[in-house]
């Protein structure tokens, strides 16, 4: 085991939206908000991309933070080089690790590129630069173009060796050719052992695991969404939690009930999943992989956040999520249990007379154990939880009580309920 990054089987990820968080957008308002967010048990903050945004056929009034004119230099919407590494430090000193979001797959229309090197991108058939899908303020690299591939290498070195940041969250990772993940990774970790989560989902895009440390669980996500709105029967999801649990322990997955896309284009984590909101955050932070959360999720943040302009996070000092999530965080990164993508670890689902209604499940990894059951219906459920090898005495992480399962295995769950408990060893 490479003990380098081996933090990266017990952390968890916050996306940081600097535009929103704070009034003034920028790297040294959000330094003061980092010790709050390390006593919430954050372990791993993403940035999400601090190069600056291309002005040529942006959206809106100050555009997408996907569309970049420069890859090695700041947005000066967001501060200095200076203030970002300054920043990066403290985060270091307060024991965070700090990835950044990295847009391989295409450009702003006016990047310094398009003048210094136009032979680094797809052409349309009429030679104009080739617009990526369905979005008309990005356009395409060509990867099949060794000098721009070793451009963008030295590009992501640039930030490993002058900022010290610990790895990469990849923007559309498989809309960029494998080939070049494989060439790119172990070339800028000659600087440092690095952490690369990619945007992609691993059933549809199995072999780019051979390179990520995680992945997105987007069908989970969606599918997820689906059953609570349409009804669809729980078994369904059951069956994608089979086939992620197949893939292995040689990645991970990332779970998250939403982040910056979700948010802006298709509404909150409330709107998408609604009694079972809460069910899905003890979901996302205690299956096998890693919990990722979103910039204001511990408010609870109610609103769609703006993605071209100006639109702060409502933040009220009251933060009334912040506990839920720091029992949940810190029950992750220190139960044995709960470590992701080590096949130490055993996960196995329970029965129950409501398994149309509860997903209820214990990880384990030795004598360590993990039982967490959520109501994912609408209803109330009174249920029995029917598994020999469920026994002992548990404490439940978030009221303290003890459950002694010698003496019975029935619940009385009202909607939203979950439970989380773990043996005494």
Request: aromatic share 14%; net charge negative.
């Amino acid at each position: 085991m490479d003990l380098s990054t081996e933090w990266k089987h017990t952390t968890n990820i916050y996306e940081v939206n600097l535009r929103q968080y704070t009034q003034k957008g920028t790297f040294k308002a959000f330094e003061k908000e980092m010790p709050r967010l390390k006593n919430m048990g954050v372990k791993t903050l993403w940035f999400m991309p601090v190069t600056p945004i291309a002005q040529l056929n942006k959206k809106g009034s100050l555009g997408s933070q996907y569309a970049a004119s420069d890859y090695t230099t700041i947005n000066p919407e967001f501060g200095t080089m200076d203030e970002f590494k300054h920043m990066v430090n403290e985060a270091h000193r307060l024991g965070f690790k700090v990835i950044i979001d990295w847009v391989a797959n295409h450009t702003g229309w006016g990047h310094v590129w398009t003048k210094t090197h136009p032979e680094f991108y797809l052409k349309d058939p009429d030679g104009s630069f080739h617009k990526a899908s369905g979005m008309d303020d990005i356009i395409e690299l060509d990867y099949k173009n060794q000098e721009m591939r070793k451009a963008m290498i030295d590009a992501m070195k640039f930030w490993v060796k002058e900022t010290n940041i610990d790895g990469f969250r990849c923007d559309l990772a498989s809309w960029v050719e494998l080939d070049f993940w494989i060439e790119a990774r172990p070339e800028v970790e000659k600087l440092k052992p690095l952490f690369f989560i990619g945007e992609y989902d691993e059933i549809e895009n199995p072999d780019y695991g051979k390179v990520f440390d995680a992945s997105y669980s987007w069908k989970w996500m969606h599918k997820s969404a689906d059953y609570y709105q349409k009804n669809e029967p729980l078994s369904e999801l059951i069956d994608l939690l089979k086939q992620y649990s197949a893939i292995g322990d040689s990645s991970m997955r990332a779970w998250f009930t939403t982040n910056h896309d979700e948010n802006s284009w298709n509404g909150t984590e409330f709107e998408k999943y609604g009694d079972i909101t809460k069910p899905m955050a003890v979901f996302s932070a205690t299956w096998n992989g890693i919990p990722l959360l979103y910039s204001g999720q511990e408010l609870p943040n109610l609103k769609r956040l703006e993605f071209f302009e100006k639109d702060v996070i409502d933040w009220n000092g009251n933060y009334e999520m912040a506990d839920f999530y720091k029992t949940l965080l810190n029950l992750k990164s220190s139960n044995p249990a709960l470590r992701g993508g080590d096949s130490a670890v055993s996960t196995y689902l329970l029965n129950t007379t409501a398994n149309d209604k509860i997903l209820a499940y214990v990880r384990k990894n030795g004598q360590d154990e993990v039982l967490v059951i959520l109501n994912f219906s609408k209803d109330p459920v009174n249920f029995t939880i029917q598994d020999e090898n469920l026994n002992g005495t548990f404490n439940n992480v978030f009221d303290k009580t003890k459950r002694d399962f010698s003496e019975g295995k029935d619940f009385n769950f009202k909607v939203s309920d979950f439970a989380v408990l773990k043996n005494k060893v």
